[in-house]
């Protein structure tokens, strides 16, 4: 187990370091850009060279590169080329906005769509089966960005109403705070409830097909027990790796739904940084996310081992 | 499929596999209509969409860019059936051409995306040792990244253009070469890949006329799953401002910012191009998961999850 966690480690730690060698070097290979910008916007400087200096762009890429990672690693992200602030500045502000709609995007869907794929597999082929089943189908294929333009606009239309677009955060006034973030959280979150919804009970009808439910049938156990205490626990080990392969996706809808709902989240400055071509944002953000998707998977493949003592890593 | 080359038993052997091949799509499409009935209902919106696409210039009543100041943010009438938006273009007729722009990036990009992933699947099978471990560490840090910031990124360095978004979503691929890669690794030990190497068959020759024939049902599976991704993701990114670039009609932009100022005075501009957008990924979706049930059923789990 130890031996494991460890392995797994080394192997993030390599996976974080090609992303960030690929995320740099693509950036550099167009040059200029942002001097470009910067000189014609505000004439920060009197010419390329000077401002190439003070931005450290004309030291070599490897240079550039190593100062860039070696930053990283003592926990210093780098200054913004575009504001001369820090990023980690900018995202410590930024960070909790995003990491709360990814959270109530992943509880949320998964209280709700658990309990309801448990609920299709046990009445499979009733007409519950067919209403729930049909909706999660369309959940997985209506567009997050879609779902959050009608809920900025229908309401607005019909009732002169529309959802909350400044953000609070959630030390200054927790409620105030959750009424603006649930909503869009909640949508993030659409998508991933079809999905989990049909992989439950997909997974929840292939258990129950199992010799074990067989014998516990034949022990004449009470229906309620079987399903509920012998076949989910089994079925939710699929679901749970389905979990963490679309932690990738879910934060990716964050980018559009902050956007939409005019949230100051990472996805945001991604976006604004991306603007102006200022690339230490952009990359620091893409390797944070990437982190996060790494860690989360490590986490996902602990916990099969708990959910199922069977699995046991040397 | 094949090339003509000597007729060897081998070739004969294939080109009778092709014959097969095509009279088992017909079989398909009749397995789909009297088995999978919900993923006839996906193979019909399809092709009504990829019609569209296709005989664009002849279904809609106006060009795409063709404004009609007098008639902008006008509701639906017999001139306008959709509407009009801010410069008053016909929605109808927007919408139509937006299929083209959709299914021609989704298509172009899911059939670079397969040859990507099967190039990179079935080497990193086959060959193994030091280079399978470097390719699969890089996807590995591939996987690590949420798809829409990467393509992101790359598309704010490449501008914005429908081939640019083309060739950058086939990337979305690179992820599925796992799968291949574990076909490979299984077909690998099949007796007839061992006589293939008895015989001295080129790796290349081996590769690409036994392996890849057994790797063609997954390949075709993983692409019609990830055509609705694919078009999802095409829509997210022009509707943040880094697909499709303006005139053309991209359904993700015209939902964007563009649009949304109009939006409560003219709901049907938030409504429609939704509409379309989700019949589509829907339709895509529920085909590739009927195939993929026809075809392969071991497959099931792969893919059919979630979707940005």
Do not use: C
């Amino acid at each position: 187990m130890y031996r494991f966690v460890v392995r797994r480690l080394l192997l993030a730690a390599l996976t974080m370091f090609i992303v960030s060698i690929v995320t740099f070097f693509m950036l550099r290979l167009i040059p200029g850009d942002i001097i470009d910008l910067m000189l014609a916007d505000f004439g920060y400087a009197a010419d390329r060279g000077l401002l190439e200096t003070q931005l450290g762009l004309n030291l070599p890429l490897y240079t550039q590169f190593s100062n860039w990672f070696f930053g990283l690693l003592t926990g210093d992200l780098g200054d913004s080329l575009w504001t001369g602030r820090t990023v980690a500045e900018e995202l410590s502000v930024r960070y909790p906005v995003t990491i709360e709609l990814a959270a109530i995007a992943l509880i949320s869907s998964v209280v709700i769509s658990i309990p309801v794929g448990i609920i299709t597999a046990v009445r499979q082929d009733t007409w519950v089966d067919y209403i729930l089943r049909s909706t999660s189908i369309g959940f997985v294929a209506v567009p997050v960005l879609w779902i959050g333009t009608l809920v900025i606009t229908v309401p607005a239309i019909l009732w002169g109403w529309s959802p909350p677009l400044s953000y609070v955060p959630f030390a200054d006034n927790p409620l105030k705070n959750l009424s603006v973030m649930l909503l869009p959280g909640l949508i993030i979150g659409v998508p991933l409830i079809g999905g989990v919804i049909r992989m439950t009970r997909a997974m929840m009808l292939e258990v129950v097909r199992q010799d074990y439910i067989r014998t516990a049938w034949a022990k004449g156990l009470r229906p309620r027990t079987i399903w509920y205490r012998h076949a989910v626990r089994n079925a939710m080990i699929p679901v749970l790796s389905l979990l963490g392969l679309q932690i990738p996706f879910l934060l990716g809808g964050t980018v559009v739904i902050e956007q939409i709902f005019n949230l100051p989240g990472m996805g945001q400055y991604m976006l604004s940084s991306l603007q102006h071509r200022d690339y230490v944002p952009a990359q620091t953000i893409v390797l944070i996310f990437a982190a996060g998707t790494v860690l989360i998977n490590l986490i996902v493949d602990l916990l099969y081992s708990y959910l199922d003592p069977r699995i046991r890593y040397a | 499929m094949v090339s003509n080359e000597n007729m060897s038993t081998e070739a004969v052997v294939s080109r009778a596999h092709g014959n097969s091949l095509r009279s088992s799509a017909r079989n398909l499409i009749a397995r789909l209509y009297r088995e999978k009935p919900l993923g006839f209902i996906g193979a019909v919106i399809v092709f009504i969409m990829i019609t569209m696409a296709a005989f664009a210039p002849w279904i809609a009543p106006y060009p795409f860019d063709e404004p009609h100041y007098s008639n902008s943010l006008e509701g639906s009438s017999p001139a306008f059936i959709m509407g009009t938006d801010f410069l008053g273009r016909d929605l109808f007729s927007r919408l139509v051409y937006g299929a083209r722009v959709s299914i021609t990036v989704a298509v172009g990009s899911v059939l670079l995306g397969s040859l990507l992933a099967g190039i990179l699947g079935i080497t990193s099978g086959y060959i193994g040792g030091r280079y399978d471990t470097i390719v699969q560490r890089a996807v590995d840090a591939w996987m690590s990244v949420p798809p829409l910031l990467f393509l992101l990124f790359i598309m704010s360095i490449l501008g914005p253009s429908a081939l640019n978004v083309t060739i950058v979503l086939g990337l979305v691929a690179i992820r599925e070469s796992r799968v291949l890669r574990g076909s490979v690794l299984s077909i690998k030990e099949n007796a007839y890949i061992e006589a293939a190497r008895i015989n001295a068959a080129s790796t290349g020759r081996i590769l690409w006329q036994h392996v890849l024939p057994n790797v063609m049902v997954p390949i075709i599976i993983l692409a019609s799953l990830r055509l609705g991704q694919v078009i999802l993701i095409e829509a997210s990114l022009s509707f943040l401002g880094y697909g499709v670039p303006a005139p053309f009609p991209s359904w993700g932009r015209m939902l964007s910012s563009e649009s949304r100022n109009y939006m409560e005075t003219a709901p049907w501009l938030a409504i429609w191009p939704g509409v379309f957008l989700s019949l589509t990924v829907f339709g895509w979706n529920v085909l590739g998961d009927a195939l993929r049930d026809l075809l392969d059923p071991r497959m099931r789990g792969t893919g059919g999850g979630y979707r940005s």
